[in-house]
């Protein structure tokens, strides 16, 4: 059984860094793809990072430069390091994974992703 576990998430102020982390079980991080979405209240989720070890990472062109994705395979997790945070990306922030094969354009998209966590909320205030 395929088991996402986000944590890290919390409250900072406008231009402080927060690192989540995504802890895996019962599937191998470096197979397939894995991602970080993210979802306001109200909001439709959107994709915000993916790392294919073949495919290599993308990240939403709003993130790119202040967030970065890693994976340590020996701990199976994926971290999400943001920094600079704006108050408008308080949001749920999920991670996902999936051992289908994604086109590139599709792998920030919500429905190519099979296996969820739970969340982890974020806050950042002004």
């Known amino acids: 059984q395929v088991q996402l576990v986000e944590s890290g998430g919390g409250s900072v102020q406008a231009g402080g860094s927060l690192r989540l982390s995504c802890a895996v079980s019962?599937?191998?991080?470096?197979?397939?793809?894995i991602a970080w979405f993210r979802q306001a209240l109200g909001e439709e989720r959107e994709g915000v990072a993916s790392?294919?070890?073949?495919?290599?990472?993308i990240y939403a062109d709003s993130v790119l430069g202040r967030f970065t994705s890693s994976l340590d395979n020996a701990k199976n997790t994926m971290y999400l390091q943001m920094n600079s945070l704006k108050p408008e990306e308080t949001a749920m922030y999920y991670c996902?994974?999936?051992?289908?094969?994604?086109?590139?354009?599709?792998?920030?998209?919500?429905?190519?992703?099979?296996?969820w966590g739970q969340g982890t909320q974020v806050t950042v205030s002004s």
């Open positions: 996902a994974a999936t051992r289908s094969y994604i086109s590139a354009w599709r792998r920030l998209e919500r429905a190519s992703y099979i296996y």
């Open positions: 019962g599937y191998t991080i470096d197979t397939g793809y």
């Open positions: 790392i294919s070890i073949s495919g290599g990472t």
